[in-house]
């Protein structure tokens, strides 16, 4: 049992918890509101404030630098939502999922083929991506990855590796190379605080904030997400009080991987199509995931919020360059200073 699983339960999916004994035994029942967040979630909020303030005075315009930040924003929410997916696995499982890029991909394809040859909403298919990919999961838990549970990571990381590799593949073989969009009836430009939305990039935030509130309430209020927590939390004890840990691996597999079935349909408006489209949501999840602190379904959403504002407001600190540099100058600060991520508990 690792300390990232713990992560996942003890904390109640990702409600942050600062280290017991860091805490004197005569306040802790009077913490204020700073001890309850914690040094390291206060640190970042400060870092953020004086960010966004460095971002008005270095811009051109105070528009410019509101337009970062709410586009920051709203893909953060978005890469939360992934994230949050891949966090959970890793929780639950233990397995680092390296095809957690190439399910979103299937996802956006299924919502390109429904919406190009059936006419749907785009929106409306995820009533569709979402149980398929659902299926999706289960299927690839029980029948590939079962079988490399408890076995060294290298085998697991290799398994999904080639996952990753054969679903890529797949779809080149089915759909080509070419690129392709997913339009939006009545996409059109919204203004907030100066700043201008697409309409699809609204409803994309929107509609990740409300799946990831409704999984962080099946994770905290249901019996389903209790017996998650509990395998997370203790496989052996969950067994002993006569939870099926098999199941509850296929279950939580299949919901990490709806997730990005989520993600994927709920992005289709705003990327290319394409089968390698996963690959790069793969890598900004993987430094949300750390960045939040391995495990943590909470820290996986507020990583996602500051992953987009370094990826937007690095184009005013570092004009010219590509937006990933300022998301891994980011990602290797709080490695440096907080290995354990931002609502990671120490070993």
């Known amino acids: 049992m690792t300390n990232n699983q713990q992560s996942v339960s003890s904390s109640g999916t990702g409600v942050p918890e600062e280290d017991t004994a860091t805490v004197p035994a005569k306040g802790r029942g009077r913490r204020s509101l700073g001890a309850a967040l914690g040094r390291s979630q206060l640190s970042v909020v400060a870092v953020l404030a004086v960010a966004v303030l460095l971002a008005y005075l270095l811009a051109d315009s105070p528009v410019i630098a509101t337009q970062a930040i709410v586009t920051g924003l709203l893909i953060g929410g978005v890469y939360g939502l992934v994230a949050m997916g891949l966090t959970l696995i890793f929780g639950v499982l233990d397995i680092v999922n390296f095809a957690h890029g190439a399910f979103l991909a299937v996802a956006l394809f299924i919502t390109y083929w429904l919406v190009s040859s059936m006419g749907l909403h785009p929106y409306v298919t995820i009533l569709v991506t979402v149980p398929v990919m659902f299926a999706v999961g289960w299927a690839v838990q029980r029948g590939v990855l079962s079988g490399a549970m408890g076995k060294p990571l290298e085998n697991q990381l290799l398994i999904t590796l080639g996952i990753s590799l054969v679903i890529e593949n797949g779809l080149l073989l089915l759909f080509g190379a ?37 999984l962080f309430l099946v994770l905290q209020r249901t019996r389903l997400g209790t017996a998650i927590r509990a395998v997370a939390a203790n496989n052996a004890g969950a067994q002993l009080v006569g939870i099926d840990t098999r199941r509850i691996y296929a279950l939580t597999f299949a919901i990490g991987t709806a997730c990005a079935g989520a993600a994927g349909t709920l992005v289709s408006p705003l990327v290319t199509v394409e089968p390698s489209t996963g690959a790069l949501f793969n890598i900004v999840a993987f430094v949300v995931v750390v960045i ?56």
């Not at 500051?306 to 690095?314: F, N, T, W």
């Open 178 to 214: 070419n690129p392709r969009s997913v339009p939006l009836p009545g996409d059109r430009t919204i203004g907030i605080l100066g700043a201008v939305a697409d309409l699809s990039r609204i409803l994309a935030f929107v509609g990740a904030l409300v799946l990831a509130g409704v």
């Open 292 to 347: 939040g602190g391995m495990g943590n379904v909470v820290g996986a959403l507020v990583g996602g919020f500051v992953i987009g504002l370094a990826e937007q407001l690095g184009t005013i600190f570092l004009p010219g360059q590509s937006p990933l540099l300022s998301v891994f100058i980011v990602f290797v600060l709080v490695l440096f200073f907080r290995p354990q991520g931002l609502f990671g508990r120490t070993s």
